[in-house]
């Protein structure tokens, strides 16, 4: 006797086009381009999570280098002070310093300049 597999392509099928909800035109309604979308949107996901922490280190480099040179300083000697001092602050908490509390920021560039 055969098997009949109807229902479970049915059912397989309609999981995929939920998938690709939002997805224009034929994407969204053949069985065939949606999956190739699909696989292409997780591929994208993927690397664009490990991206994600590569974009925001470069973003938080250039707002603590921005800071810096309105002290007078540059990134690089500022963050050479900064292990000369032992101060271990990372690239993010300086860069949040840098652009929401700059009176704190300044305060702790003039204590890593201070340790020459």
């Known amino acids: 006797m055969r098997v009949k597999r109807g229902v479970t ?7 995929l086009r939920a998938q690709t909800k939002g997805y224009s035109l034929v994407r969204q309604s053949s069985v065939r381009q949606a999956r190739q979308a ?9 690397r664009d ?16 280098n921005a800071a810096a040179v309105e002290l007078g300083t540059s990134y690089s000697k500022l ?3 900064l292990k ?9 908490i300086l860069a949040e ?3 929401n509390q700059p009176t704190v920021f300044a305060a702790v560039a003039k204590a890593a300049k201070a340790v020459k």
């Open 9 to 15: 392509t049915h059912a397989k099928h309609h999981k």
């Open 38 to 46: 699909i696989l292409k949107a997780l591929s994208y996901q993927y």
């Open 49 to 64: 999570r490990r991206n994600k922490k590569q974009d925001f280190r470069a973003l938080w480099i250039t707002r603590i």
């Open 79 to 81: 963050i050479g002070s």
């Open 84 to 92: 000369t001092a032992n101060i271990s602050l990372d690239r993010k």
């Open 97 to 99: 310093l840098a652009v």
